[in-house]
């Protein structure tokens, strides 16, 4: 069974879904290559019991692979996607659970254990936009003969949106320090 979103070209939709897999793939690959940082990075949430730490730092980049293999497959991509979603969905809680609180220097674990990026709302919005693109990738799109132009297409944009996600990531890793620039300036 496919999402029927109408309008939405299978072009966009395929686009999409790879792109949210291909940022669950490397979002997992960064935090399996050191699970002990990832686990400190868990354990500084302050959200779960010690004893749940170590296996929850061991299942989420598993999760996220799952996720990501299943959404790309056309047969499990409704499965994927609403994996993705509920995935987005735990890290946002988890990061809104520390803003409320006032912890906004943690690390927020996204990146693994490869750079340091402290806790935002833009997190939590981020993680939204691409709970938007898992749900629009978990539909078959328009129904319609796709070419090679299309599959063209498909990989040139996941690469654009891809381009668009590091970016947008970059300026909201920098905007700390810009911030504390200005101050001392």
């Given amino acids: 069974m496919t999402v029927s979103l109408a309008g939405i070209d299978a072009v966009v939709a395929r686009a999409c879904g790879a792109t949210v897999a291909v940022i669950l793939l490397l979002g997992a690959i960064d935090k399996l290559r050191d ?3 990832f686990e400190a990075i868990v354990d500084n949430y302050r959200l779960l019991p010690a004893a749940l730490v170590g296996p929850v730092a061991r299942l989420l980049p598993l999760a996220e692979i799952a996720a990501a293999v299943l959404l790309l497959a056309p047969l499990s991509r409704m499965i994927g996607a609403a994996a993705a ?6 890290f946002s809680v988890a990061i809104a659970a520390n803003l409320i609180r006032g912890r906004n220097d943690l690390d927020c674990g996204c990146g693994g254990a ?6 935002s709302w833009w997190l939590v919005v981020r993680n939204a936009l691409l709970a938007a693109m898992a749900i629009v990738g978990a539909g078959a799109g328009a ?7 299309d599959g063209f297409t498909a990989i040139s944009s996941t690469l654009a949106l891809l381009a668009l996600y590091v970016s947008f990531n970059q300026l909201g890793a920098n905007s700390p320090r810009l911030k504390s620039l200005r101050r001392h300036a």
């Fill in 143 to 149: 129904a319609r003969d796709l070419t090679w132009l």
């Fill in 114 to 119: 490869s750079g340091i990026r402290t806790l």
């Fill in 85 to 90: 979603v509920c995935l987005l969905l735990l």
């Fill in 35 to 37: 699970q002990a940082i």
